[in-house]
C-alpha cells in the first residue's frame, strides 16, 4: 500500500515538475564540414562582433535568447542574429597551459635568483636565462595566439537560435 502511494506522490511531482520547467532555448555555432556544433546557453560569455561596430569585440554575459524575434539580450543591449559576423571562442586548455608556463618561467627565475645570492659557486647564465625565458614566451604565444580561435559567421559558418521546446499537448491550460 505504500508503495502505490509512493509512486502516486513520484508520478505527480513528475508530471508538476514537467508542466512548470521551462524550455531551454540556446544559440548554436555550426562549422562548415563539421557535424560537431558549439552551444552558447543563457548565462554563458559571449564574444563578438557586428557589421555596425566593425572590428570592435564585445564581451559580455547572455542574459536572455529570443527565439521568435532572433534577438539576444546582454546588460548593456540587444543585439540582432544576423547583425553577428564574428565570434570569437576560447581553447581553455591552451590558455590554462600558457598559464603554467608562466608561472613556471617566473619560478624557475625566482630560484635562480635565490641559489645566485645563497651560492657563491653558482653563476646565472645563459642557459637559466634560455630556460625562464623561453617558457615566459612560450607561454604568453599560448595565451595570445593558440588560444583564441575566431569565426566568421556570414560565410561558411552559421549561427542560429535553436528552441528546444516540448509543445503543449492541451493549448490554454
Same mark, same amino acid.
Not at 593558440?146 to 509543445?167: C, E, G, H
Given at each position: 500500500?505504500?508503495?502505490?502511494? /509512493?509512486? @502516486?506522490?513520484? !508520478?505527480? *511531482? +513528475?508530471y508538476? *515538475? &514537467? !508542466?512548470? *520547467?521551462?524550455?531551454?532555448?540556446? @544559440?548554436?555555432l555550426?562549422?562548415y ?27 559580455e554575459? =547572455? %542574459?536572455? =535568447?529570443d ?7 546582454? !546588460? !548593456? #543591449?540587444?543585439v540582432? @542574429?544576423? %547583425?553577428?559576423?564574428? /565570434? ?7 590558455? #590554462?597551459?600558457?598559464? /603554467? +608556463?608562466?608561472?613556471? #618561467?617566473?619560478? $624557475?627565475?625566482?630560484? &635562480? &635568483?635565490?641559489?645566485h645570492? +645563497? ?16 617558457? /615566459?614566451? @612560450?607561454?604568453? +604565444?599560448?595565451?595570445k595566439?593558440?588560444?583564441?580561435? *575566431? ?14 521546446? $516540448? ?7
Open positions: 500500500m505504500t508503495r502505490n502511494y /509512493i509512486f @502516486l506522490i513520484f !508520478s505527480i *511531482s +513528475l508538476v *515538475s &514537467a !508542466s512548470v *520547467s521551462h524550455a531551454q532555448v540556446f @544559440l548554436q555550426e562549422y564540414d563539421n557535424p560537431v556544433s558549439t552551444r552558447f546557453f543563457v548565462g554563458d560569455y559571449f564574444m563578438y562582433q557586428t557589421q555596425s561596430t566593425g572590428k570592435k569585440w564585445f564581451h554575459k =547572455i %542574459e536572455i =535568447i527565439y521568435q524575434q532572433e534577438f539576444i539580450y546582454f !546588460s !548593456s #543591449g540587444m540582432a @542574429l544576423n %547583425e553577428i559576423t564574428r /565570434i570569437k571562442l576560447y581553447k581553455k586548455w591552451a590558455k #590554462g597551459f600558457g598559464d /603554467i +608556463l608562466i608561472r613556471f #618561467g617566473a619560478g $624557475w627565475f625566482a630560484f &635562480a &635568483a635565490v641559489t645570492f +645563497l651560492n657563491d659557486n653558482w653563476n646565472f647564465g645563459a642557459d637559466t636565462a634560455a630556460i625562464g625565458g623561453g617558457a /615566459i614566451i @612560450l607561454g604568453f +604565444l599560448m595565451k595566439v593558440v588560444a583564441t580561435k *575566431s569565426y566568421n559567421v556570414k560565410k561558411q559558418n552559421r549561427l542560429r537560435i535553436i528552441d528546444v521546446n $516540448w509543445p503543449d499537448p492541451v493549448p490554454g491550460h
